[in-house]
């Protein structure tokens, strides 16, 4: 299994990036109750920490969320109790029958599964069109090329017990995003150092456009979820069986 958001990576997403999970709850219960569904599974791809389950199930709906990291695994389980998660990659998962997908925050760029291609990639949206209620919803974003405009940019953010430094470049030729992740979390008195390397396959928004409309989604493209507006080189789509 996936060596990427160890423990204290995983801690950090939970405790200072959830506001795209919240978000995009937010987005995915205003459609749901759009289409007159308040209840039935929603199936959360790389559910992280389970911000979004949390949300989700307290609404009334069942989660059962997936992800490739065991240390968000465990969170999530803490912070959803309701919902049921599985430590697995979203390229292998079976996807059970329900109303809603989610998969959050650049997940199907992440290249942490060695099987991650294009194929694979079209292979799960057609797994999830299949498991999908006729006129259920799937929710995502990706990455695309543009996702770091000037090539390189350090980003530093930190919260009361932790502090992360990323160096995010961007090969403009091969269509790859690699972020150096170092991560600081208090353990006692002193702060534990970790470091992370994550490289996501940008995809272009016309591809996963086509692909789904193959697919036979009705397709609907996204500059934000809810009130936040997506950073440059981001794209969200709102797809229906
Ligand atoms: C940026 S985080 C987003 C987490 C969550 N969706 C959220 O919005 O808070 C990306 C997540 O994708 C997961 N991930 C990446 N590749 C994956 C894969 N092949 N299968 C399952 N999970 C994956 C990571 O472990 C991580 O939890």
Redesign the pocket.
């Known amino acids: 299994m996936?060596q990427?958001?160890r423990e204290d990576l995983?801690y950090i997403?939970?405790a200072g990036?959830?506001h795209?999970?919240r978000a995009?709850a937010g987005l995915l219960l205003r459609e749901l109750c759009r289409i007159h569904v308040s209840c039935g599974l929603v199936v959360?791809?790389?559910?992280?920490?389970g911000?979004?389950a949390k949300q989700v199930s307290e609404a009334g709906f069942g989660v059962f969320g997936?992800?490739?990291?065991p240390a968000?695994i465990a969170l999530a389980k803490k912070q959803a109790p309701r919902a049921t998660f599985r430590n697995?990659?979203?390229?292998h998962?079976e996807l059970p029958p329900c109303v809603a997908v989610?998969?959050?925050?650049?997940?199907f760029n992440?290249?942490?599964?060695k099987t991650?291609s294009k194929a694979a990639l079209a292979k799960v949206l057609r797994r999830i069109y299949k498991a999908l209620a006729l006129g259920g919803i799937l929710l995502f974003d990706i990455a695309t090329p543009g996702r770091v405009p000037e090539g390189v940019r350090r980003l530093h953010v930190e919260g009361d017990d932790w502090a992360v430094f990323v160096t995010a470049t961007e090969n403009r030729r091969r269509r790859l995003l690699t972020r150096k992740i170092t991560s600081f979390v208090k353990v006692g008195d002193l702060y534990r150092r970790d470091y992370e390397q994550h490289r996501l396959q940008l995809l272009t928004a016309a591809t996963v456009d086509k692909e789904l409309r193959d697919i036979g989604f009705l397709v609907r493209r996204l500059n934000r979820y809810e009130k936040l507006r997506f950073p440059p080189g981001y794209v969200g789509f709102l797809a229906r069986k």
């Open positions: 996936s990427a958001y995983a997403h939970n990036f959830g795209f999970a995009a959360d791809l790389a559910c992280g920490s911000m979004l997936i992800d490739i990291s968000m697995e990659s979203l390229f998962a989610t998969a959050v925050g650049e997940c992440f290249l942490f599964d991650h």
